[in-house]
Every structure is written in structure tokens, then in C-alpha cells.
């Protein structure tokens, strides 16, 4: 329908300002529309910097105490038991569209060449924190798994169960905690696989053994307890579908804003 | 050679006004961006402090959590048993009991609600920060482009110059006084007067076009860990992440006023002339009194 502009300047903002608002937020049509802008963003990002390297700080800015968010305690059985043996018989997996698949244990990963880096972490909240992140990079983990045609995607898959909490909105069903980005981010000098914290081997709440950091992009793309990484050509068979737990949850998946 | 005879559609001196007439006042485009930045701006607004309700904290410097408050300056809270009063805001180190509008007000329901800001503030109602971002992008980049869109506009035609910026003549202290006095009286201009803006609108509509805004979008952008990569002067020109958030607010606060104030005004000099006038374009001046 189309309405005379007169009465659609008038009819609009006041339309919206009363309750149907929230009804519009719910509205099929209406949240496409407002994705394309996660859209324009992502290219936009990809366009001005591409290349871009987040902020590096010096030791005299990191944040006396890094909050620790999300899981802080994995409850899954074979974490637990990795964990209890100082993580000696964990093995991270490298799958998927792969010519050679890995495993690599803690001292594989710590031999490999070191990227420490000090950077803002900064939460979908709002708040930011600062660290040192040690660990190699991810390129050339996957140059040594040798990426086959057709891979699109990096997916992170994670040991804990997350619960989610109400005050985030969105769905709360607990499931495991699961991320994924994209080729750019994948070969980014800075993504690393940090096995330490502020030079301390990485604890339980931030992510032990080992956490994503993929640092242009928000803290629920920092997956903590990877246990294996998955190289696809598709987000659709991994949890919901959206590829991330937060995603799935109504999140960006480019979570560079 | 020079007449003395007045021109005919002239009339003599003593005789009535000229015949009430309608003038384009607002061109086309400018009456879009102004609805459309009206929009933009409100929606933006209301998903904006349900974000804040994630993180009710406000620092200075590049980093703060509630495990490093060093460079905290303001807080949105509630204290047990969660109910009036219980809900505060906190600068610096003074303490406002805000029960019932910050940090404790009633949900749609009419239960406690602990939250930053209440529910008819917010877009969407209760709490949802994923949903509340995804429009608060969306329409951020509305406001953007929109923004250009006038700014060239203003721009190429002068209007910015003609319309918007005060002439210096207009800046001088006897002016500006003049015209506080004319707001204060709350005497609006008429006629041919009707058809320019006085210096104090000139000035607000500049600071808030041309200072407020491109703050809420840059310290928007400084925001984003994408953005601080590609540019780094984003963050740097705000002193920190977490201080380009704190100059969000405080100039999205500073926007929330001007609106306000701009309502009032617009209700208060003649609501249906003057908003007929920012959809039609048209104004009618001179005739009756």
C-alpha cells in the first residue's frame, strides 16, 4: 500500500512509539530488515580493514584483575578429566575439510612459533579488559592441516555447556559452547590459540587449556576449553545453525561491533 | 528615469497587510532527513539504554569490569530487598536514591523491576541485549547515511550556511540577549521573521547536527573492536574504549534533552503550523495578526 508521505511521516514515528514496538521486534519481516545491517556492517569492517590490527598495549596497561565471563567451571565429565590430569591427555582435534587431520597436545602447541600479545577484550556488555595472550598462531595450524577446496569457515568446538543467563534475553536452552569465523579472521596475525594468561598457563574460568582469541571481534568469539576445530564449508550443521552460542541466541555472528 | 509613483501592487502606507500567503519554508529533503532522523534518533535512544542495561557501569580510560573499577565514574544499581527504594544512581562517589525510575522501577505488570533504565524507556521492553543491538546497528547505520545525506545537501545548496550556522551579526552579545529574552517570554517570531531561524535555534540545531551527533556516531564507532582495528585514531581520540562509551552517553543524554526542549518549543509556538509546515514545507505568514 502506498500511503501519501503526509501520512506516513505522521502515521510512523507514532505507530512506533507506542507499544507496537515490541511487537515489531518479534515481527519475521521486520528482523530480516534490521539483519541486513549486520550485513553492511561486516562488509563495511571487511572493506576499511581488512587487514586492520587490533591495539597492542604495553604491560603498564594490563587490567589488574581480567574478569572471567561465560562458563567459569566446565561440568562435562571429560573435561574434568583432562583437566585433573594437568591436561597431559588432551588433544586438540583438526577436522573437516582438511588434506592431513591433527592432533596436537599442550607441548605440541607450545612448540610451535609464539605470538604474545597484549590486547582489550571487550564484552558485548560493554565493560573491557586487558591481558597478555601467549600462544601460536592459527594460520599456519591450518596451512599444516591443509585447507581443501570449498572451506569457508573455521568452528571452534568448545568443552563446556553454558547455560546462559536469563538477563541476556534471547533462548536459554543450555547447550555447548561452540564459535566459528571465517577465513579472514582465521589467517589474521594476531589469532592466536592462547595457552597462557598475564604469562600464567590460562585457569579454569579463562578458558584452560586452551581459548581462541580472535581479537578484532567481540569476547563471546574468544572460545574458551577448545577441545577440536572444525574447518567447513557451512554454519548449518553446528548447533542451531547461526554458528555460535550466542549467535544462535539472536547474537551477530560477526561480532565485530 | 526614477518614478515617484509607487508600484502599483504596492499599497499605501496606512492600509492593511499583505494577504496572507503560503512560502516553502522546508525543502523536500530536508523534511525527510528531519523525520527520518527523528526516528532514527528515538529508536536509537530507547535500544541504546537497554544496552546500557547490560553494563550500568560507566569508566574512563581504554578498560573497566566490576572486577577492575578503577576508572569508574558512574553506576545504575539496586540494593537489597530490591524494591523502593532500592534502585540508585551513582556519580563519582554521591549517591542518588532513583527508586522507581533508575536501577528498581515497575515492570508493565506492575512487579519491581531492577533494571537501568524502566521498561517504556526501552527498546525492546525487558531485557534483551541481542535483539536491542541489532536495531540499535541497523538504525545506526540509518542515522549515518541519513546524516551524510543533509550534510551534502546543506552543503552544495548553502542551506547549511543560510538555515542552520548563526551569521556573526547574530552572535553578538546584545543579539543573543535579545533573543533569550524573546524565548523567555516565549515570543515566537512572526511573519517574514517566521522564515528564518533566530540565532539560540541556529546554535542548537548546529551543536546538536553538527557536534552531538557525529559524537554518538564516533564514539559509536570507537566502540567496536572491528572499527579501533581498521582506525586507530577512533579510540584514541576519545582517550579509551571505555571513555568513548562514557561521551556516548553523556552526549546521547545532551541529544535526549535537546529533544525534549525542541518539543516543548514546537508545543509551545504553535504545534500544528509548525509540524504541518516540517511535512508539507509549507508555512503561512503575514494576514491576521
Sequence with gaps: MILPRRQLLTALPASLALAGCDALTRNPTAQAVIKSGEQATQRWQ???????????????????????????????????????????????????????????????????????????????????AIGQWTGPQLAPILKAAGLRDGARYIVFLCADDYGGEASKGGLQSKSRYYESIDLVDAFHPQTILAHSLNNQPLDTAHGAPIRLRVERQLGYKQAKYLMRIVVADSLAPFGQGKGGYWPDRGYEWYAGT | ????????????????????????????????????????????????????????????????????????????????????????????????????????????????????????????????????????????????????????????????????????????????????????????????????????????????????????????????????????????LWGGRQSARSVHFIAMALIAGFLALHLVLVLLSGPIRQIGAMITGRLTIGGAK
Design chain 1, 46 to 128: 571487511r572493506l576499511v580493514g581488512r587487514d586492520g590490527l587490533a591495539r597492542e598495549f604495553s604491560a603498564a596497561d594490563i587490567s589488574p584483575v581480567f574478569k572471567a565471563n561465560g562458563t567459569k567451571l566446565p561440568t562435562n565429565p571429560e573435561w574434568q578429566a583432562l583437566a585433573a590430569g594437568g591436561f597431559a591427555d588432551w588433544r586438540l582435534q583438526v577436522t573437516g575439510l582438511v588434506s592431513r587431520e591433527l592432533s596436537l597436545s599442550l607441548a605440541d602447541l607450545k612448540r610451535l612459533p609464539q605470538r604474545s600479545q597484549i590486547t582489550r577484550h571487550d564484552c558485548v556488555e560493554g565493560w573491557s
Design chain 2, 1 to 236: 528615469m526614477a518614478s515617484t509613483a509607487p508600484p502599483l501592487d504596492t499599497p499605501p502606507p496606512g492600509m492593511l497587510a499583505p494577504p496572507p500567503r503560503r512560502v516553502l519554508r522546508h525543502h523536500w529533503l530536508v523534511r525527510l532527513t528531519h523525520w527520518t532522523n527523528a526516528l532514527a534518533i528515538i529508536l536509537l535512544l530507547m535500544t541504546g539504554l537497554n544496552i546500557f542495561g547490560a553494563h550500568p557501569r560507566l569508566y574512563w580510560g581504554d578498560a573497566g569490569s566490576v572486577d577492575h573499577r578503577a576508572g569508574q565514574w558512574l553506576e545504575i544499581g539496586a540494593s537489597p530487598p530490591w524494591r523502593d527504594p532500592g534502585g540508585w544512581l551513582q556519580i563519582g562517589d554521591q549517591r542518588f536514591d532513583t527508586s522507581g525510575l533508575l536501577g528498581v522501577s515497575t515492570s508493565a505488570k506492575g512487579a519491581p523491576n531492577i533494571v537501568a533504565f524502566p521498561h517504556w524507556a526501552t527498546l525492546p521492553s525487558g531485557r534483551d541485549l541481542a535483539t536491542a543491538r541489532s536495531w540499535h546497528f541497523f538504525f545506526a547505520w540509518v542515522l549515518i547515511l541519513n546524516g551524510l545525506t543533509w550534510l551534502g545537501h546543506g552543503l552544495v545548496s548553502g542551506r547549511l550556511w543560510r538555515d542552520i550556522l548563526p551569521s556573526r551579526s547574530q552572535l553578538s552579545p546584545a543579539h543573543l540577549w535579545h533573543d533569550i529574552v524573546e524565548h523567555a517570554k516565549l515570543r515566537f517570531p512572526k511573519g517574514e521573521a517566521a522564515l528564518s531561524y533566530e540565532v539560540l535555534q541556529r546554535l542548537a540545531y548546529a551543536g546538536v547536527t553538527l557536534i552531538l551527533i557525529p559524537t554518538v556516531i564516533l564514539t559509536g564507532l570507537a566502540m567496536s573492536p572491528g572499527m579501533d582495528a581498521a582506525w586507530p585514531f577512533l579510540d584514541a
